[in-house]
């Protein structure tokens, strides 16, 4: 593993596509492209899916095509302008503040991640677990008992895993770096000023933070963090290497060297992209002693969930016992040790 590591020259030279190796590819989408009355039609049908019943959105679609058209107007014109946000908060599994926006604006994200998704997503890494399409928790659990195993040989090495989470996420992107990032790959300037409009609609500090409701956001902190994920694999070429949104980790079988890369990835991270790591959950541990990943807890040959994880599915099951919550607990905990937990379920 290098290590005297100039972040800016193998950032600036590393390739950007997740393969690596390939040229740096290009967004060959228009403006029309997004803002074409086509393709939010189709943003629509996406985004109506499991909210008939809303009351926001009944009433968008009491008019829905001249609310469309009126969109699609301003977009054209260049007089558009994202409106205000509905602020309330939930906890899942932490308290979190949620921003949602009009429906007239969601509709508009929707446009523009139907077609900024499937770009982007192709230079991401595949370790990149968050958000994505054939992604998530699932399979990132999965990687990482298949990478536990390939670094202790099957249980016959000490595998050490350096887990770390970024600090306050969403709430420290900053616009600027994000901007800049997005205009490595987009050159035409009628999308960026759109992607401006979205990004600067939103911040809890002067030019910082995305709102969590947004879809879009759950796209740009892919984008953002697929910077750090590619200095990760190709700055230190770490194979071994997991993120899911703000959580990731890293395991060795050398203690000592994850120890020596810590501090490095924390200069990457202020240095590059304004974050921090949070100083309360960043561990090195061996897997024998119980790994917190994923709201699991991982040992060498089974994982059991994580403490609050359960009694948080156990205060809800309190609340609400129909057959739809029950079945989405037991399609989670079919994943882990959970046998004494399904047995205390009531059916």
């Given at each position: 593993?290098?290590?005297?590591?100039?972040?800016?020259?193998?950032?600036?030279?590393?390739?950007?596509?997740?393969?690596?190796?390939?040229?740096?590819r290009v967004f060959n989408h228009s403006y029309d492209e997004i803002i074409s009355l086509e393709n939010i039609l189709e943003a629509w049908k996406e985004f109506?899916?499991?909210?008939?019943?809303?009351?926001?959105?009944?009433?968008?679609?009491?008019?829905?095509?001249?609310?469309?058209?009126?969109?699609?107007?301003?977009?054209?014109?260049?007089?558009?302008?994202?409106?205000?946000?509905?602020?309330?908060?939930?906890?899942?599994?932490?308290?979190?503040?949620?921003?949602?926006?009009?429906?007239?604006?969601?509709?508009?994200?929707?446009?523009?991640?139907?077609?900024?998704?499937?770009?982007?997503?192709?230079?991401?890494?595949?370790?990149?677990?968050?958000?994505?399409?054939?992604?998530?928790?699932?399979?990132?659990?999965?990687?990482?008992?298949?990478?536990?195993?390939?670094?202790?040989?099957?249980?016959?090495?000490?595998?050490?895993?350096?887990?770390?989470?970024?600090?306050?996420?969403?709430?420290?992107?900053?616009?600027?770096?994000?901007?800049?990032?997005?205009?490595?790959?987009?050159?035409?300037?009628?999308?960026?000023?759109?992607?401006?409009?979205?990004?600067?609609?939103?911040?809890?500090?002067?030019?910082?933070?995305?709102?969590?409701?947004?879809?879009?956001?759950?796209?740009?902190?892919?984008?953002?963090?697929?910077?750090?994920?590619?200095?990760?694999?190709?700055?230190?070429?770490?194979?071994?290497?997991?993120?899911?949104?703000?959580?990731?980790?890293?395991?060795?079988?050398?203690?000592?060297?994850?120890?020596?890369?810590?501090?490095?990835?924390?200069?990457?991270?202020?240095?590059?992209?304004?974050?921090?790591?949070?100083?309360?959950?960043?561990s090195i541990k061996t897997i024998s002693s119980g790994v917190d990943f994923m709201g699991w807890v991982h040992f060498p040959k089974h994982r059991i969930l994580?403490a609050s994880t359960r009694r948080r599915m156990m205060g809800r099951l309190k609340i609400n016992k129909s057959k739809e919550t029950l079945n989405s607990y037991?399609?989670?905990?079919?994943?882990?040790?959970?046998?004494?937990?399904?047995?205390?379920?009531?059916?």
């Amino acid at each position: 593993m290098p290590n005297n590591i100039n972040h800016n020259q193998l950032l600036d030279n590393r390739q950007s596509s997740a393969g690596g190796g390939h040229r740096k590819r290009v967004f060959n989408h228009s403006y029309d492209e997004i803002i074409s009355l086509e393709n939010i039609l189709e943003a629509w049908k996406e985004f109506i899916n499991g909210k008939r019943r809303r009351k926001d959105v009944q009433e968008f679609q009491l008019n829905l095509m001249d609310n469309i058209l009126n969109l699609h107007e301003d977009l054209r014109d260049y007089t558009y302008v994202h409106g205000n946000y509905q602020s309330f908060n939930i906890n899942d599994p932490k308290p979190r503040n949620i921003h949602k926006a009009s429906v007239r604006d969601r509709l508009l994200h929707h446009a523009i991640y139907r077609i900024l998704y499937p770009f982007f997503d192709k230079t991401f890494i595949s370790d990149s677990f968050s958000c994505r399409v054939n992604k998530g928790t699932h399979r990132a659990l999965n990687r990482f008992r298949y990478f536990f195993r390939k670094v202790s040989k099957n249980n016959k090495k000490t595998c050490w895993i350096l887990k770390c989470d970024i600090k306050k996420f969403f709430e420290n992107i900053d616009h600027k770096i994000l901007l800049n990032i997005l205009k490595k790959y987009i050159n035409d300037s009628d999308v960026i000023w759109l992607l401006e409009r979205i990004i600067f609609s939103f911040s809890k500090e002067p030019s910082r933070g995305l709102p969590l409701g947004n879809l879009t956001s759950q796209l740009f902190v892919n984008i953002y963090m697929n910077e750090f994920d590619q200095f990760v694999k190709h700055g230190f070429r770490i194979k071994y290497y997991i993120r899911y949104a703000d959580d990731f980790v890293i395991l060795s079988q050398d203690k000592a060297w994850l120890e020596e890369t810590l501090p490095k990835i924390g200069d990457f991270l202020t240095e590059r992209l304004k974050l921090e790591l949070h100083p309360d959950k960043v561990s090195i541990k061996t897997i024998s002693s119980g790994v917190d990943f994923m709201g699991w807890v991982h040992f060498p040959k089974h994982r059991i969930l994580r403490a609050s994880t359960r009694r948080r599915m156990m205060g809800r099951l309190k609340i609400n016992k129909s057959k739809e919550t029950l079945n989405s607990y037991l399609g989670l905990l079919k994943h882990g040790n959970t046998y004494k937990i399904k047995k205390n379920l009531e059916f």
